[in-house]
C-alpha cells in the first residue's frame, strides 16, 4: 500500500429467504447505502493501528502473530490473518473505522465491516468476488465465532445497484431481480433489541437443521422433502427452510409480475415461519412488526438473523410509516471510494 485507500462497505437487507444460506437453499438480499467506511494509510514498521471512530476505541497488533481478540478486533485482526492466510501482502497501516450503520441492527454491520476492511487492505481490488466472501465468512466463523452463512458477505460485496440478487446457496448462482416498486416503499425499523450471532439462538438454530439433516440421512436440507417423522422443534425447523426456499421464488415471480400486495403478503409469510416454525423472534420484534402492520404496511418481517435487530416493511403509496423508519433501495456493492 504505497497510499492512503478508503472503501466502503454497505449494510445489507435481505428481502426474503432467512436461514437458507447455510442449507444451501435461495435467498434475495441487497446491499444498502448505509455501511462502514475504512480508511488505510501506509506506517513504517510490521504493526496495524486501528481506530474504531464510533466506539472510541484503538487496537494495535503485529502483522505476523497478533493474538485473537474480541468483539470488533476479532474481525480486524480475523481479516488480516485471513488475507495473509490467502496470499494477500497486508502491510503495515493505521485504519480508522466509521459507518452509520449500527451494530447489531440486523443489517449486517459485520459483512459490511469485514468487505471495507478487505478491499481496503489488499494490494489490488480486482480479485474474485465470491472468493472473497469465502475469506469474509472464515472471519466470522473462525474468528469471531458466529457459524454464519455467506448471505450477507455475497450481498455486499456481489449486490447490484436497483436489484435483489437471487442466490442460490446450493452452487453460488446469482441472479439479478429488478426492485421495480413504483410509488411503494421499502422502510427498515429497528426493534431496539441487539442481536449477537457469535451467542445465542443463531448457533443453536444452525445445529439444529444440522441434526435434522442427520436424522434425514441427508447432506443439506435443500435435499429435504418434508420433515416427516422428524421430533419437534426439528420438524418445525425443516419446515420454515423447505417453505422460505419456495417463497423466495415466489418473491422473483411477484416483483417481476409488479404485484406488491403479494410481495408484501410474503414477507408476512415469512415472519410467521420464522415466529412459529424458527422460533427466532423476540417481543421487541413482534411489537415492531405490529406497529408498521398498524401504520398500513402491506407485510413486514424479521430481518437478517432474528433474535432481535431490525425489520423490513413494504408500504403502499399515501401509507406513513412509524418514526424511526429508513426507507432501503438497492445500492452498490462494497467498493473502493
Ligand atoms: C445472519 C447470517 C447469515 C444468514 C442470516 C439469516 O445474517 O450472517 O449468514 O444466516 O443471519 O438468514
Given at each position: ?51 474504531a471512530l464510533d466506539l472510541g476505541e484503538e487496537d494495535a497488533f503485529a502483522l505476523e502473530d497478533a493474538e485473537p481478540a474480541r468483539g470488533w478486533r ?50 489490488d481490488d480486482d480479485v474474485d468476488r465470491v472468493e472473497l466472501a469465502k475469506l469474509c465468512s472464515r472471519v466470522e466463523n473462525d474468528h469471531v465465532g ?187 456493492a462494497a467498493r473502493r471510494l
Amino acid at each position: 500500500m504505497a497510499e492512503r485507500v478508503v472503501a466502503r462497505g454497505p449494510g445489507r437487507v435481505n428481502l426474503i429467504g432467512e436461514h437458507t444460506d447455510y442449507n444451501d437453499g435461495l435467498a434475495l438480499p441487497f446491499a444498502i447505502d448505509r455501511g462502514v467506511t475504512v480508511t488505510a494509510e501506509p506506517l513504517p514498521g510490521d504493526r496495524i493501528e486501528a481506530h474504531a471512530l464510533d466506539l472510541g476505541e484503538e487496537d494495535a497488533f503485529a502483522l505476523e502473530d497478533a493474538e485473537p481478540a474480541r468483539g470488533w478486533r476479532a474481525f480486524v485482526r480475523g481479516t488480516v490473518a485471513e488475507l495473509r492466510a490467502a496470499g494477500h501482502e497486508v502491510r503495515a497501516c493505521r485504519i480508522t473505522i466509521e459507518g452509520d450503520l449500527p451494530h447489531g441492527s440486523g443489517l449486517s454491520s459485520s459483512a459490511a465491516l469485514e468487505a471495507a476492511l478487505c478491499l481496503a487492505l489488499i494490494e489490488d481490488d480486482d480479485v474474485d468476488r465470491v472468493e472473497l466472501a469465502k475469506l469474509c465468512s472464515r472471519v466470522e466463523n473462525d474468528h469471531v465465532g458466529a457459524r454464519t452463512g455467506l448471505l450477507d458477505q455475497l450481498a455486499v460485496l456481489c449486490g447490484e445497484e436497483g436489484r435483489a440478487l437471487r442466490i442460490d446457496f446450493r452452487d453460488l448462482a446469482m441472479d439479478a431481480v429488478p426492485l421495480e416498486l413504483g410509488d411503494w416503499r421499502l422502510v427498515t425499523l429497528g426493534s431496539g433489541a441487539s442481536h449477537e450471532h457469535a451467542g445465542g439462538g443463531y448457533n443453536e438454530r444452525r445445529a439444529e437443521c444440522a441434526a435434522a439433516c442427520e436424522a434425514l440421512g441427508i447432506s443439506s436440507l435443500r435435499d429435504a422433502t418434508g420433515a416427516g417423522g422428524l421430533p419437534g422443534p426439528l420438524d418445525r425447523r425443516v419446515r420454515h427452510v423447505l417453505s422460505e426456499n419456495a417463497r423466495v421464488d415466489a418473491m422473483a415471480e411477484a416483483l417481476a409480475a409488479g404485484d406488491l400486495e403479494r410481495a408484501g403478503a410474503l414477507l408476512d409469510a415469512s415472519h410467521a415461519s420464522l415466529r412459529d416454525d424458527y422460533e427466532a423472534s423476540v417481543p421487541e420484534v413482534e411489537r415492531t412488526v405490529a406497529a408498521l402492520k398498524d401504520a398500513g404496511a402491506a407485510g413486514a418481517r424479521m430481518v437478517g438473523g432474528g433474535f432481535g435487530g431490525s425489520v423490513l416493511a413494504l408500504f403502499p403509496p399515501g401509507a406513513t410509516p412509524p418514526d424511526g423508519s429508513v426507507s432501503v433501495a438497492p445500492g452498490p456493492a462494497a467498493r473502493r471510494l
